[in-house]
């Protein structure tokens, strides 16, 4: 798991000043980024490197608590599943006073430049899931 901290902004919020419900899915990809970041590899050198993509093919959030504007959040991200062309990550948004607003799910497939499914490389998923406790497939 790799946790990753952020504020929320006022373009973040409705006029309520509560958080956007599709926003959530832009602070799992800050979580994503992060995560694969702490793992040694920057997620464009990796579209780079492997010349392929992790398009996300699924997404589940599941609203608890809302956030608000300007409240500090950790983003709590690990591996959930890897399997021959996708991987799935898990999120975990804990407001600092450590009340859980928000889990959630995103599935990515492996696709190449010209979007046909590819398996993930090894070394890849070795990497990636490095130090993490899988779903049995």
């Not at 990550?89 to 804990?94: D, K």
């Not at 450590?98 to 993930?120: E, S, Y």
Request: proline share 2%; with cysteine; charged share 25%.
């Amino acid at each position: 798991m790799v946790a990753t901290e952020l504020r929320v902004i006022y373009g973040d919020t409705d006029q309520m000043g509560v958080v956007y419900y599709a926003n959530y899915l832009r602070f799992f990809e800050a979580g994503r980024t992060e995560f694969i970041r702490a793992k040694g590899l920057r997620y464009r050198d990796f579209e780079a490197s492997y010349q392929l993509w992790l398009p996300v093919t699924e997404a589940n959030v599941r609203y608890l608590q809302p956030a608000r504007y300007d409240d500090l959040l950790r983003v709590e991200t690990s591996l959930a599943e890897i399997r021959r062309v996708s991987a799935t990550f898990a999120y975990r948004l804990v407001r600092e006073d450590g009340q859980l607003l928000v889990t959630g799910r995103t599935v990515h497939a492996c696709i190449d430049l010209k979007g046909k499914l590819r398996r993930l490389p090894e070394a890849l998923v070795s990497l990636l899931s490095a130090g993490e406790t899988l779903e049995a497939t």
